[in-house]
């Protein structure tokens, strides 16, 4: 029984890993209108990318602001928003398989 646990806990975790999205096939260069995170020197500014051009980072922060350029070099990293996701799923499964073992180890102590 404790082999098929462990079993069932390792296809969880590799089946968790393996659906995820890998980093080399998310697009390298980011379309205009996409939300973006840019690092500068001063922070970090959230908005919606105007351009992307050789030189600089066109940026507009939210609606009410202007638009705003930077030197491509004054930018450390530029990342795309995805927005928000939740890892319910996940979550559920790998708290079952963790209450499960400790469940099965309490049990067995307990003979």
Avoid: C, Y
């Avoid at 069932?8 to 590799?14: H, I, S």
């Avoid at 602001?65 to 030197?71: E, G």
């Amino acid at each position: 029984m404790n082999t098929l646990l462990l079993k069932a806990a390792g296809a969880l975790l590799l089946s968790a890993t393996v659906l995820r999205p890998l980093v080399g096939q998310e697009p390298a260069i980011p379309e205009s209108g996409a939300r973006v995170r840019v690092w500068i020197p001063t922070g970090r500014i959230v908005g919606q990318l105007v351009q992307l051009s050789a030189d600089s980072v066109i940026l507009k922060p939210n609606a009410r602001s202007a638009v705003r350029r930077w030197p491509r070099e004054a930018v450390h990293r530029l990342e795309v928003s995805r927005g928000r996701r939740g890892h319910f799923w996940i979550g559920l499964a790998t708290g079952a398989v963790v209450g499960l073992a400790a469940g099965k180890a309490a049990a067995d102590g307990n003979r």
